[in-house]
């Protein structure tokens, strides 16, 4: 007999919420003790004293609520609640150290949404006369933020059992059990820690400051693009710097998992290579078709075309968000293609944004499946694969809905724009870029932006994060009215 799905659903339990939010609060208050400590090494007291009270005020909140007492078993929906509620608060205090930086309250908060985001707008116009312990910060809090705060968090401090298996769900593949996940999770971190020293190492023998190199690895590697220079990777100088850069993004936009299954040949393997192979693919051309477009504008010579473009188009494919052009001076097509690539994004699995490659690989095989089987016989059978492997019907399902979702909340974020008289394709490349956690901005992200349209950037970004489904979640009534599974 068929069921109401109501009868089979249950709603959030709000003492689970609060125990594993409190135990991420502990996190939050550990990682923040890093930008605390180079406040006091630079003698930044006013910012010194904010992040003290952040601390104290998350490991007090943290500590009470951890004691609360719950079953081990945790609820999807619990855990994507439990994700959004967390980019939601991380920025809200994160904001009161940030206005350390002599900026109001909503200009911080833009800033912290941002940073957590790993998107990289910013509102600011001089960084160069932002306090050193600020200009850390921001990129600090897009390296925990690419990593994710669950995902951190499960490594640290969640036990093994099925609220990390709950936790760890999307990324999770099958080979993973349930009492594996906070292993997984660990090995996870040690590539991106790896990756992270790599990066800063690398910086550093190509000569790059030894600020500078801690500050762009952590933005790179965490495709956030928060640079602690005005002209973001142009402040670098040298053209070797600003190609390890992208090459630290495009390390961050390949899937975390490929170099840990690469050392251990585990399975699924071929996916995550053929997603790296894809962002590489698609890398290229952009450069092409954003080289092209420039010469046939007439803005750049070849010699500067050649140089600007790989960098250009790498850091919108990986979402890392670096720029070496004032991007408002650039012509129409090549907004555009900077545009797709934004939304595009890097690999699942990885710290980029976008509705990611894989997803659009996914789109392109169910749409060559539709068009075969129109010329094949009545009754044969033709099913979609993808790197050798059979495609879902809810995978195909997911993916078109996700890179529609996209589309609906850039085109919906985009017409406010347009109401208030901002140019129709700049608008729609500052909200690809939000949306997208990309970063490149033509001009139209500052303090001079209106409240509201800042707003809507805020929600672009927190949506792109977590791929907008979570939200809906999150306002759907059902996920907190209904029936609930007992806690013991």
Same mark, same amino acid.
């Given at each position: 007999?068929?069921?109401?799905?109501?009868? #089979?659903?249950?709603?959030?339990?709000?003492?689970?919420?609060?125990?594993?939010?409190?135990?991420?609060?502990?996190?939050?208050?550990?990682?923040?003790?890093?930008?605390?400590?180079?406040?006091?090494?630079?003698?930044?007291?006013?910012?010194?004293?904010?992040?003290?009270?952040?601390?104290?005020?998350?490991?007090?909140?943290?500590?009470?609520?951890?004691?609360?007492?719950?079953?081990?078993?945790?609820?999807?929906?619990?855990?994507?609640?439990?994700?959004?509620?967390?980019?939601?608060?991380?920025? #809200?205090?994160?904001?009161?150290?940030?206005?350390?930086?002599?900026?109001?309250?909503?200009?911080?908060?833009?800033?912290?949404?941002? =940073? $957590?985001?790993?998107?990289?707008?910013?509102?600011?116009?001089?960084?160069?006369?932002?306090?050193?312990?600020?200009?850390?910060?921001?990129?600090?809090?897009?390296?925990?933020?690419?990593?994710?705060?669950?995902?951190?968090? @499960?490594?640290?401090?969640?036990?093994?059992? @099925?609220?990390?298996?709950?936790?760890?769900?999307?990324?999770?593949?099958?080979?993973?059990?349930?009492?594996?996940?906070?292993?997984?999770?660990?090995?996870?971190?040690?590539?991106?820690?790896?990756?992270?020293?790599?990066?800063?190492?690398?910086?550093?023998?190509?000569?790059?400051?030894?600020?500078?190199?801690?500050?762009?690895?952590?933005?790179?590697?965490?495709?956030?693009?928060?640079?602690?220079?005005?002209?973001?990777?142009?402040?670098?100088?040298?053209?070797?710097?600003?190609?390890?850069?992208?090459?630290?993004?495009?390390?961050? %936009?390949?899937?975390?998992?490929?170099?840990?299954?690469?050392?251990?040949?585990?399975?699924?393997? !071929?996916?995550?290579?053929?997603?790296?192979?894809?962002?590489?693919?698609?890398?290229? &051309?952009?450069?092409?078709?954003?080289?092209?477009?420039?010469?046939?504008?007439?803005?750049?010579?070849?010699?500067?075309?050649?140089?600007?473009?790989?960098?250009?188009?790498?850091?919108?494919?990986?979402?890392?968000?670096?720029?070496?052009?004032?991007?408002?001076? #650039?012509?129409? $097509?090549?907004?555009?293609?900077?545009?797709? %690539?934004?939304?595009?994004?890097?690999?699942?699995?990885?710290? $980029?944004?976008?509705?990611?490659?894989?997803?659009?690989?996914?789109?392109?095989?169910?749409? !060559? &499946?539709?068009?075969?089987?129109?010329?094949?016989?009545?009754?044969?059978?033709?099913?979609?694969?993808?790197?050798?492997?059979?495609?879902?019907?809810?995978?195909?399902?997911?993916?078109?809905?996700?890179?529609?979702?996209?589309?609906?909340?850039? &085109?919906?974020?985009?017409?406010?724009?347009?109401?208030?008289?901002?140019?129709? @394709?700049?608008?729609?490349?500052?909200?690809?870029?939000?949306? =997208?956690?990309?970063?490149?901005?033509?001009?139209?992200?500052?303090?001079?932006?209106?409240?509201?349209?800042?707003?809507?950037?805020?929600?672009?970004?927190?949506?792109?994060?977590?791929?907008?489904?979570?939200?809906?979640?999150?306002?759907?009534?059902?996920?907190?009215?209904?029936?609930?599974?007992?806690?013991?």
């Amino acid at each position: 007999m068929a069921h109401d799905s109501s009868s #089979l659903s249950y709603a959030v339990r709000g003492s689970f919420l609060l125990k594993y939010f409190g135990l991420f609060c502990l996190v939050v208050a550990g990682l923040t003790l890093f930008p605390l400590g180079l406040s006091l090494f630079c003698g930044e007291t006013p910012i010194s004293l904010r992040y003290v009270i952040v601390i104290c005020g998350l490991a007090g909140l943290g500590s009470a609520l951890v004691r609360l007492r719950v079953s081990t078993h945790m609820q999807v929906n619990e855990a994507m609640v439990l994700a959004a509620l967390l980019f939601l608060f991380m920025p #809200l205090v994160m904001a009161y150290p940030m206005m350390g930086g002599e900026l109001n309250y909503l200009d911080a908060l833009f800033e912290a949404i941002s =940073g $957590a985001t790993t998107t990289g707008l910013s509102t600011i116009q001089k960084i160069e006369e932002m306090p050193q312990t600020f200009l850390f910060a921001r990129a600090w809090m897009q390296w925990y933020g690419g990593l994710g705060i669950v995902l951190l968090s @499960l490594a640290l401090v969640v036990r093994p059992g @099925l609220v990390a298996k709950a936790l760890g769900g999307t990324e999770a593949k099958d080979e993973d059990l349930i009492g594996s996940t906070k292993a997984h999770a660990r090995r996870v971190l040690v590539v991106y820690l790896l990756l992270t020293g790599a990066g800063i190492l690398l910086l550093w023998l190509l000569k790059a400051r030894p600020f500078d190199a801690v500050v762009y690895s952590l933005a790179s590697v965490s495709t956030g693009g928060f640079a602690p220079h005005t002209d973001s990777l142009s402040g670098l100088g040298r053209l070797p710097i600003q190609i390890g850069v992208t090459l630290i993004c495009l390390a961050g %936009a390949t899937p975390l998992v490929l170099y840990e299954r690469f050392h251990r040949k585990r399975p699924h393997l !071929r996916t995550d290579i053929l997603q790296l192979r894809t962002v590489l693919l698609m890398g290229v &051309v952009i450069s092409l078709l954003l080289g092209l477009c420039l010469h046939l504008a007439g803005n750049l010579p070849w010699s500067q075309i050649l140089h600007h473009t790989p960098l250009l188009a790498f850091s919108a494919q990986t979402t890392a968000g670096f720029s070496t052009l004032d991007l408002s001076q #650039l012509d129409a $097509a090549s907004k555009l293609v900077l545009i797709v %690539a934004m939304v595009v994004g890097g690999g699942i699995g990885s710290t $980029a944004g976008g509705f990611k490659v894989m997803r659009l690989l996914i789109g392109i095989q169910a749409l !060559r &499946v539709l068009v075969l089987r129109a010329s094949l016989a009545r009754h044969a059978v033709f099913e979609p694969r993808l790197a050798g492997y059979r495609l879902e019907e809810a995978e195909i399902r997911e993916a078109l809905l996700i890179m529609m979702l996209f589309v609906v909340v850039i &085109v919906f974020s985009w017409l406010p724009f347009i109401v208030m008289g901002y140019d129709p @394709l700049d608008s729609l490349f500052e909200v690809a870029s939000a949306t =997208g956690t990309v970063g490149l901005s033509v001009g139209l992200t500052s303090s001079q932006l209106p409240g509201l349209l800042k707003g809507i950037l805020c929600v672009d970004m927190l949506m792109g994060r977590l791929e907008i489904i979570a939200w809906f979640l999150v306002l759907t009534p059902r996920t907190w009215v209904g029936r609930r599974l007992s806690l013991s």
